[in-house]
């Protein structure tokens, strides 16, 4: 018997068909377009044309109307949060579950699908992938200029990507010529330029990139941060 026949005989669920609605909306893996969503839209406007005939008297159409305006000139605007931003703020708390590799089934089927021993941080937006995930990784882009690192023992933070000294992140003024060149990688850590509590980057670079004289001396400890 296959493992999908026999599933059914030891758990109390019946086999059910996809996509799924949660909301009338279909839950799919790729990008919604109107005609999924076309149920739901319907359903409120009905709903708010129906309150607005049976419930809305002429003297609460006037208070909205005082709300409204009262609202636009203390809040510039209808006090309707920006679903843009809305968005990327609650993908930013996925964004930390990936980054500190919270104990959860998804976080670890993220690290095994998508991640492969690789960090969220270095993961490139390819056109392949799934709408879902090119979200997060959209996201992850504007998310990861606001996280600063405390290096600790230098082995959380990536040298060139992270935010870990108020010049970073180093790959915005550092040309990736430069630090392929004398054998460094994307991948590198801050404790992998450091040797003996010196920055191990070539000594030319100080006068190429002036900026770099500005970063102290590195200090690791053995906590990692």
């Avoid at 392929?180 to 190429?208: M, Q, S, T």
Wanted: charged residues 20%.
């Amino acid at each position: 018997m296959a493992i999908r026949e026999q599933i059914p005989t030891m758990l109390p669920f019946d086999e059910g068909v996809l996509p799924v609605r949660y909301l009338g909306v279909p839950l799919l893996s790729s990008r919604l377009l109107y005609r999924d969503c076309r149920i739901l839209v319907e359903r409120v406007k009905n709903k708010v044309t129906d309150w607005k005939k049976k419930f809305l008297s002429f003297a609460g159409r006037v208070q909205l109307i005082i709300s409204v305006l009262t609202s636009m000139q203390d809040d510039g605007g209808l006090s309707i949060k920006s679903l843009k931003w809305w968005n990327v703020a609650l993908m930013s708390t996925h964004i930390w579950r990936i980054l500190e590799n919270k104990d959860s089934l998804w976080v670890k089927w993220i690290h095994a699908y998508h991640l492969s021993n690789h960090s969220f941080r270095e993961v490139p937006v390819k056109p392949d992938v799934s709408w879902s995930w090119r979200k997060l990784l959209n996201a992850g882009t504007i998310i990861r200029q606001h996280i600063y690192y405390v290096i600790g023992d230098g082995q959380s933070a990536l040298a060139w990507f992270d935010v870990w000294y108020n010049l970073c992140p180093l790959q915005t003024f550092i040309s990736w010529q430069d630090i392929h060149g004398v054998g460094f990688n994307k991948h590198n850590r801050v404790c992998d330029i450091v040797v003996e509590d010196e920055w191990n980057w070539p000594l030319a670079w100080y006068i190429k990139y002036p900026q770099l004289h500005m970063i102290s001396d590195p200090n690791l400890t053995t906590t990692s941060v």
